[in-house]
């Protein structure tokens, strides 16, 4: 089975630009969650969506957003970009169901480096 | 809310010695856990989990962990280091109730003495 897939792996951006991360789940899974790694911060979720429904969300301002396609891929999207969202934005699928451990797997993540 | 600490963020061990990773737990009711273990630039790789079905847990790379429910705690360990195990590990905690987020601790950054 093919892993979780993120496109794209690196991004250049300037302040005030917009960008949209894409991320590809493993097969038969139906939820996607994003994160935000910096040294600063360490991992924050930044949300989950299952079945196109955002499931659960972290603390983090509205230009940060998301939404999940019928196939279960999922993008993220940050508008008007600042200095400190520069970090490796890392997704994860699982098969979203109630009640079990929900092991999440990993993409390889894409580093957005704003200047 | 489930959390997890991650005592130490940096540990050091010689190659060939035990590996001893901390985490503690904060949940009113056993949660499922979670060792994960990042290389550089990349993603988070799941090394094993904990779902109650025994304490005792092993994982891949010749990992495994401990669940003390007395003590909290879900240990991370490894007999005999090696050079590939430098990299940052990772706790996480996920409650057991309908469909909470899973929640990382901080971090172990573990270095490998040659």
């Known amino acids: 089975k093919a892993g979780v897939t993120q496109t794209p792996r690196y991004l250049i951006k300037t302040r005030g630009q917009q960008v949209t991360l894409s991320c590809s789940p493993i097969s038969g899974h139906r939820s996607v969650s994003w994160y935000q790694q910096t040294p600063g911060q360490g991992l924050q979720f930044l949300f989950e969506y299952f079945s196109e429904t955002q499931r659960n969300k972290g603390n983090f301002p509205g230009r940060f957003s998301g939404r999940q396609f019928s196939n279960s891929r999922s993008e993220m999207n940050v508008s008007t970009l600042e200095l400190g969202d520069s970090a490796l934005y890392l997704c994860?699928?699982?098969?979203?169901?109630?009640?079990?451990?929900?092991?999440?797997?990993f993409g390889p993540g894409t580093r957005l480096t704003v200047l | 809310a489930q959390s997890v600490t991650q005592l130490g963020s940096h540990v050091s061990v010689s190659e060939g010695a035990l590996v001893l990773l901390r985490c503690n737990y904060s949940s009113s009711v056993p949660p499922y856990l979670f060792w994960y273990v990042q290389y550089p630039n990349q993603g988070l790789q799941l090394l094993l989990k904990?779902?109650?079905?025994?304490?005792l847990v092993k994982g891949i790379n010749g990992f495994e962990a401990e669940f003390k429910k007395s003590e909290t705690s879900f240990h991370l360990t490894k007999p005999s280091a090696h050079m590939s195990d430098a990299a940052e590990y990772f706790c996480a905690v996920r409650g057991n109730f309908g469909n909470e987020k899973l929640t990382f601790g901080t971090g172990t950054r573990l270095t490998i003495i040659p």
């Open positions: 994860a699928s699982s098969l979203g169901i109630a009640g079990g451990p929900g092991e999440q797997f």
């Open positions: 904990y779902t109650s079905a025994a304490t």
